[in-house]
């Protein structure tokens, strides 16, 4: 690890961030392998342990060097990148994973469907293969980003005749492709962060499938994996977070404090400080090459905890809590809640416990997977999709 | 950071600690022993105190302990809390033994170490590490005299360290129960599995110790609050698995009543917060080990598993449904261990009222 430090120390001399393009410069930082160190030699890595990135991280970090694009990372890096890097083919993984990292390329998830949420396997956009090429045809929903997006992964069905989950398969679209029209989605908070995105003749290249036919639901179970990893651990400092806001809030604004908010701010430092600690706890045991399942866990406290914060935040706002700062329909490019009122963190943090698998479905799958529960009777996996009631 | 993960000497330490516990302490023998006159098996006492070498962890190795740390006895508490096992480890391992050593004591630190006798700390066990020193011991002319009510492990203690007001302000004071003018006078528990007791004190020949004795009753709280975090830890960890495999079997309604999603997400819901608590804990032991941010996370640690625990338990008696209710299920031990620990040394609430001093979130 000191050996990757001192070659970070080397690249920094080397490649100096003062003024520095950041596009190029992100280049040069993937061509040395320092993007991830543990993905392969040039491929953005150097073959080396997982555990060695956060002090990669820290050190840039440190330097004050360009940080990747804003937009959408979640997406591109947190999903995309470790889905191309275990499915994709060589050509594959040379091709889209440098931009994506410096951030040429914003990337999106065409995964979710008006009529396939939470039961996502059920989903009906139709790939047809033409000869060298699928013909896609659909409709999407809450695709963060689509509007800037220059590429998606995409689930669609490729065997109808098959149970749902057996007849999927999972491409890279392009986003610029004529078929695709990217429409805002409004939200509740007024703006529009996410999407509907309808594909009509949609061509995509076979070349752009990721994983064999038919084999879609396991590439697309890596994706959301990741997606649930991504969402939850990422806690560092103590009162990082939403927490810290409300923190702020009650030691600059004392006439604001009641007897019944300390106390309700109290439990929810105490929770938002063992949230920290649960993921500092999977993010040791993934460095000492003993991955937890904390971050099921992690994933659905996040939820509950944000959801509590924001609305102790409003309220504690007091009359100003009544006010909200600006209703305009908006497509923003970055997720900047930070600077934004805490009426308008209180209704985004409503998506925490339904965006990337909902609590529920998350309680599925802890008490499936870790908890090892009699299973719920199904009656929709042995049927084929096309002879599914929906 | 902390390191919040289980070293490899900690998991065998906890595995020789389960082995043993299962033979020797299964709930079955702690319900049939709880009733009686000796609650406390005095021989899987010696074992685990002597034997094992346990009694001694906090002790420096010169002064014949193990001279391990809070890491070690935090994993020992959750097996002891796992098993609901009745014994004087949090009086005598981690209060008594603490504060000696808080206080400079050398001689019966050592004795504790050994496992050669069992000792306490005279305080309420609802004291909190923040509280005032406590003033209902009184020196005069040299000896002691006062009364203090719900004294942990008391009825099985040789020795007590005492807390008492002499003269000059605060001493702690070492007395053997054996002592003329001392009398102990058991309470009925609402913990069956942790006994409590009377200390009256009437002009009693004492010990006095010579370190700062607010400072040194300070410590010996605070690493008590720190590191029952950890036995409840045991005792959620226990109510959640008992539960699951309990649901996995009762059948109602054609199927087994784990398959049912209101069940599930409770279970689910239950493992998630037991996650974090392992996580709590575990800062806790490791702050307590390393002295670094000890009351911050003391604090997180003792609001967090103390409710966690009385949260576990209670779950875990409404899921086995009727037979939660019986006297020959283990639940009822585990509810009576989780309340009444959720009340010692320190409530949560008192807990976070010193967070807010603590973190800067006034009231």
Redesign the interface.
């Known amino acids: 690890m000191t050996d990757l430090v001192a070659k970070v120390e080397q690249f920094l001399a080397e490649h100096p961030t003062a003024g520095a393009d950041p596009v190029e410069w992100l280049g040069a930082r993937f061509d040395a392998g320092l993007a991830w160190v543990h993905f392969p030699v040039g491929l953005g890595g150097l073959g080396a342990s997982r555990s060695a990135q956060q002090a990669v991280d820290e050190a840039f970090l440190a330097a004050n060097a360009p940080q990747p694009n804003p937009a959408a990372p979640v997406i591109g890096y947190g999903m995309a990148a470790p889905t191309i890097l275990k499915f994709g083919t060589d050509e594959q993984k040379q091709r889209f994973l440098r931009p994506l990292y410096t951030g040429e390329e914003v990337w999106c998830q065409l995964f979710s469907e008006p009529g396939a949420g939470s039961d996502l396997a059920t989903l009906a956009t139709r790939a047809v293969r033409d000869g060298d090429e699928w013909i896609v045809d659909g409709q999407k929903v809450w695709t963060t980003m689509a509007h800037v997006a220059r590429w998606a992964i995409l689930v669609a069905r490729t065997d109808p005749s098959l149970p749902k989950h057996q007849g999927l398969s999972y491409f890279v679209c392009d986003m610029t492709d004529p078929g695709v029209d990217v429409r805002p989605l409004r939200q509740i908070t007024g703006e529009a962060e996410f999407n509907e995105v309808f594909l009509s003749g949609v061509r995509i290249p076979d070349a752009h499938r990721l994983g064999a036919v038919g084999e879609g639901w396991k590439v697309a179970t890596t994706t959301l994996m990741n997606e649930r990893v991504t969402i939850g651990a990422h806690a560092a400092e103590r009162e990082d977070g939403l927490i810290g806001a409300v923190a702020k809030t009650w030691r600059e604004r004392p006439e604001l404090r009641t007897p019944g908010l300390h106390d309700r701010l109290l439990r929810l430092w105490v929770d938002a400080e063992a949230l920290r600690l649960t993921a500092e706890r999977l993010r040791q045991g993934l460095a000492a090459g003993q991955p937890g399942p904390e971050g099921s866990a992690a994933k659905l406290t996040f939820a509950t905890l944000n959801q509590a914060v924001t609305g102790l935040d409003v309220e504690l706002h007091g009359e100003e809590g009544l006010a909200y700062s600006d209703w305009t329909m908006r497509r923003p490019k970055d997720a900047d809640w930070a600077s934004r009122d805490a009426g308008f963190r209180y209704l985004r943090m409503k998506g925490n416990s339904i965006e990337g698998g909902t609590s529920e479905i998350l309680r599925n799958i802890i008490a499936d997977r870790i908890l090892q529960l009699p299973k719920e009777p199904r009656s929709d996996v042995d049927i084929p999709w096309k002879d599914l009631p929906r | ?1 902390s ?3 289980y070293s490899e000497v900690e998991n065998d330490l906890r595995a020789s600690v389960r082995d043993l516990l299962t033979d020797r302490s299964p709930w079955t023998s702690v319900l049939a022993r709880v009733e009686t006159d000796k609650p406390y098996d005095l021989e899987l006492w010696r074992t685990l105190a002597a034997e094992m070498g346990l009694a001694g962890l906090l002790v420096p190795e010169d002064l014949g302990g193990a001279g391990a740390s809070a890491r070690e006895v935090a994993v020992v508490l959750e097996e002891l809390g796992r098993a609901v096992t009745p014994t004087p480890f949090l009086g005598s391992a981690v209060l008594a033994t603490s504060a000696l050593l808080a206080a400079g004591d050398t001689e019966t630190v050592a004795e504790l170490a050994a496992g050669q006798r069992i000792g306490t700390l005279a305080v309420p066990l609802t004291t909190a590490p923040h509280a005032d020193f406590p003033s209902s011991v009184r020196v005069e002319d040299g000896k002691l005299t006062g009364r203090v009510g719900s004294v942990v492990d008391l009825e099985v203690a040789d020795v007590v360290v005492v807390p008492a007001i002499g003269a000059d302000g605060p001493e702690l004071h070492v007395v053997p129960t054996a002592s003329a003018g001392v009398t102990v006078t058991p309470i009925t528990p609402l913990d069956l599995t942790r006994r409590i007791a009377t200390l009256e004190l009437a002009g009693v020949e004492s010990r006095k110790l010579s370190g700062d004795a607010a400072t040194a009753l300070r410590t010996a709280l605070t690493t008590g609050a720190g590191l029952l975090a950890s036995e409840q830890l045991g005792v959620a960890q226990w109510c959640l698995d008992a539960t ?1 495999e309990y ?2 079997t009762r059948h109602q309604f054609g ?2 009543i ?4 209101a ?3 409770r ?3 239950l ?3 037991v ?6 804990s ?2 806790a032991a490791d702050a307590l080990a390393t002295g670094s941010d000890v009351d911050i996370a003391v604090a ?1 640690a003792a ?2 598993c103390s409710e966690l625990a009385v949260h576990a338990a209670e779950e875990a008696l409404q899921l086995h449904g009727g037979i939660g209710m019986t006297w020959e299920h283990p639940v009822h031990l585990y509810l009576g261990r989780a309340k009444s620990s959720e009340l010692a040394l320190g409530t949560p ?1 008192r807990h ?2 010193a ?2 001093t603590l ?5």
């Open positions: 950071m390191d919040l993960l699951t649901v996995s199927r087994p784990g398959s049912f999603q069940l599930r997400h279970l689910a819901d493992w998630a917060s996650s974090s608590a392992v996580a709590v575990r800062a997180v609001s967090f609430e976070r009222d967070l807010a973190v800067d979130l006034p009231a």
